[in-house]
């Protein structure tokens, strides 16, 4: 799920956003997705695994997020 919104906060800053001002709004997407997903695993109430899930999803949204980047730095070069 949060690398959902990770995809969906890229594709709407690469879309809305002018190329000067991206890199600040993949930063504040990637702010969003981490304190989605802690409100998310903090809400099932399992204390198992919290610690993996909360990583994993994370993890998922830096990589998004990354390559969104990387992807609008080429774009800027051409």
Known sequence: MIWLVAVVC???TGVLVAPAGRLVWISLALA???ILTL???LSTGQKEG???RVTL???GAVLVLGAATGIFALVGLV
């Open 39 to 41: 409100a998310a695993q």
């Open 10 to 12: 890229a594709v709407l």
């Open 50 to 52: 919290y610690v993996h």
């Open 32 to 34: 969003g997705c981490t």
């Open 57 to 59: 999803s994370l993890v």
